[in-house]
């Protein structure tokens, strides 16, 4: 992105920053440093795991358990606490084989527990999943809650989270995507936890097609 870089050195992943903020551009510069707790994420973590019965879609843990330490120097911002890093790759657009998902992470204990709620175009050909993965990088199956609705939000996103979760604040707002701060119960437990949901069929839209050259800096 930009003139950013990303490089993993000495079992942590560096980001150096410099960019752009929208919309009026103002600078934003600086390091952030992510550390994983199990050193194996250090090397590429565990193996992705499959969105999709035909495995066209991936969803990649890379280190669930994690340290950050963000310095900026523009703004002057100075933080450090815990942190979770994943990524997502596949072999063709997301909207030929989803029409939208919902995904949570909550701190727990025994470690960082997730839910991935996918909705395949073809109900039947989704690969949902709930871990709960501990700070050494063992992971089990984790308890699946029933699906709850969270409130529309400003743009008209139907949101759904897995069990029980009442939002304190929204992070990000679109037409097609939401990323939320939420309080979860799990097993009779109340956990901090961070919602996201996104609607592929809304984001085909041409009108949010249309849209995106505003929110999308595009830089050579």
């Known amino acids: 992105m930009g003139n950013s870089r990303l490089y993993w050195r000495d079992g942590s992943l560096h980001v150096e920053l410099d960019e752009r903020t929208l919309p009026w551009g103002r600078p934003l510069r600086g390091s952030v440093r992510?550390?994983?707790?199990?050193?194996?994420?250090?090397?590429?973590?565990?193996?992705?795991?499959?969105?999709?019965?035909?495995?066209?879609?991936?969803?990649?843990?890379?280190?669930?358990?994690?340290?950050?330490?963000?310095?900026?120097?523009?703004?002057?911002?100075?933080?450090?606490?815990?942190?979770?890093?994943?990524?997502?790759?596949?072999?063709?657009?997301?909207?030929?084989?989803?029409?939208?998902?919902?995904?949570?992470?909550?701190?727990?204990?025994?470690?960082?527990?997730?839910?991935?709620?996918?909705?395949?175009?073809?109900?039947?050909?989704?690969?949902?999943?709930?871990?709960?993965?501990?700070?050494?990088g063992a992971r089990q199956p984790a308890a699946w809650p029933s699906a709850q609705p969270l409130p529309t939000t400003q743009w008209g996103v139907a949101r759904h989270s897995s069990g029980v979760a009442r939002e304190r604040r929204c992070l990000e707002d679109t037409p097609f995507y939401a990323r939320s701060l939420v309080e979860l119960d799990w097993e009779g437990e109340g956990l901090s936890a961070m919602h996201e949901q996104v609607d592929l069929q809304r984001f085909g839209k041409r009108w949010v097609q249309l849209l995106l050259p505003f929110r999308l800096r595009r830089r050579g």
Do not use: I, M
């Open 34 to 136: 992510l550390t994983p707790s199990a050193p194996a994420a250090a090397e590429g973590g565990d193996a992705p795991l499959p969105l999709h019965a035909s495995q066209p879609h991936w969803w990649w843990p890379v280190a669930p358990c994690a340290r950050v330490e963000v310095a900026l120097s523009a703004p002057p911002l100075l933080w450090q606490g815990r942190a979770y890093h994943d990524a997502n790759h596949g072999a063709e657009p997301l909207g030929r084989a989803f029409s939208g998902w919902s995904w949570q992470r909550a701190w727990h204990r025994r470690g960082t527990l997730v839910h991935y709620r996918v909705k395949a175009r073809q109900a039947e050909q989704g690969v949902s999943h709930a871990q709960l993965f501990a700070a050494d």
